[in-house]
């Protein structure tokens, strides 16, 4: 119904942000990542919107990005997983970590979102991994997430590394950080060097 807003921030607390456009103030709730880029009440915003209707409430979700509208769209489409959970997972995590968990089947990640479990993340994996290609493909746009999914020595150098024992939490901000034209033996013998500086 809505797809974005664009207006006045007017009010701001956590979780919420209050937009407001010709004369009515909507309530959004927002995700700590968007929260944060929303600094300066009276400052123009626009937000990509989601309305999740209830049969007693209809709640408004706003977010700064596209990509967190598409990945919070996605993760509320599995079972178990309702807007405060996709809300939780996407404060805890930016869209491009959530989708390179769910590419590379890392439910772990995930469980560092408050309400999420090994249970619900392994479900969160199983029932999006086939779907991901379609939702972060974007065919005119760059992103992380796409630049890693169309990379595929990006891919290979993620998964090399979390196959020598390495967190993916720990490599994913290392590798994509990396000039993604580099072969994969040179990504992974950087992603070391840095690696190995940390430790």
Do not use: W
């Amino acid at each position: 119904m809505f797809y974005s807003l664009r207006g006045q921030l007017v009010h701001l607390e956590d979780g919420i942000a209050v937009v407001e456009c010709a004369g009515v103030g909507y309530k959004c709730f927002v995700t700590a990542n968007t929260q944060k880029e929303l600094l300066t009440l009276g400052q123009e915003v626009t937000l990509y919107t989601h309305l999740n209707v209830r049969e007693d409430a209809m709640d408004l979700f706003g977010f700064l990005k596209k990509e967190e509208l598409d990945c919070f769209k996605l993760l509320i489409s599995v079972s178990g997983v309702g807007a405060k959970v996709g809300i939780a997972i996407l404060s805890s995590l930016l869209p491009e970590q959530v989708f390179m968990a769910i590419s590379t089947g890392d439910s772990k990640i995930l469980t560092v979102a408050p309400g999420v479990g090994s249970k619900l993340a392994q479900r969160v994996i199983l029932e999006l991994k086939d779907k991901v290609r379609t939702a972060f493909c974007y065919s005119n746009e760059k992103s992380v997430a796409s630049n890693f999914l169309s990379n595929n020595n990006t891919s290979k150098a993620l998964a090399a590394l979390t196959s020598l024992g390495y967190l993916s939490t720990d490599v994913m901000p290392i590798v994509s950080s990396l000039d993604s034209s580099l072969p994969v033996e040179e990504l992974i013998r950087l992603s070391l060097k840095s690696l190995a500086g940390r430790f």
